[in-house]
């Protein structure tokens, strides 16, 4: 049952440990003391490793490790049109722990315009041997946190926001197919979000209603991916929060699997099962019969400590009573380091989940 196509049987999610190397570079650049041209040799350098490793490793499709970036969705969305980067006015409170104080503001209306990363993947593609594997952020990323009451200054219709952000990622998915781009990841932490009291009380108080938003995300995404090539898988990655090994959401898929799994018209979902509060394996009853597939997200990339290799195989098995193997893969539940900073575990460690994974999935499904 191995897939000749993606999502494979082993899978990851996207982002990699920063080597030390980049630190310093990016530290460097930040202080004025490497210029932009020495910063991208030495993330070519790195990249070119990474890609190598991956597939020393075994996995079919590989990514940049998201190198070139300082999060996993400030960078991509900065760069649509009418959005703008705030310095100074917001963190991102996690569970102990808050990120730098940076945000985004809608300033004008959404567009697509030329746009860095696409340039990213080239690069990728260009070094690798294997599927080169783009991420970018979900188009719903860019409404949840913002909210409404941010929003309607520029658009008292928000119908008409969300209209130009599904137009501006069909521009850019277009731009990355051009590219070479054959499998594109759009990371999102807002269907997570919705199975969380907390998050939807956070919703409404930003002007939003929350009944109506997995309709809305369901939408907005499907318009997004309409005209995507036949020959271009999408998939989609439901993060509960990222950041030096903690989180954000808790609460299991239950409330927006139907809309979710059976709704968006995506090729599968990398869904988070590493620990209790993603709840159970239920709501995969929603997937329907036929080749969208789920990567499930057995091992933690939070922590160093591999799983046992038994219990990894006992919950595989246990989600086949709510779905077929043929449509399920595996993958660390996130990425390594969703921001520049990374999870707290070493190189070495991230590399042996890999691993990992790898071997299971060959003696699962061959």
Known sequence: MKRKSPPFRADMVGSLLRPEALHKARDGHEAGKVSDGELRKVEDTEIRKIIAKQEEIGLKAVTDGEFRRSWWHFDFLRELGGIEMVYGKESIQFHGVKTKAQSLEVKGKVHYKPHPQVNHFRFLKDNTKAVAKMTIPSPSVLHFRMGYNAIKPVYPDLDEFFADVADAYKAAI????????????????????LCDPEQLEGARSRGDDPKKLPQIYADTFNRAIADRPDDMTITMHVCRGNFRSTWIASGGYEPIAEVMLDQLHIDGFFLEYDNERSGGFEPLRFLPKGDKQVVLGLITSKSGALEDRGTVKKRIDEATKYAPLEQLCLSPQCGFASTEEGNVLTEEEQWNKLRFIVSIADEVWG
């Open 174 to 193: 277009k731009d990355f197919y051009d590219a070479g781009c054959r499998y594109l990841q759009l990371d999102d932490t807002v269907w997570s979000y």
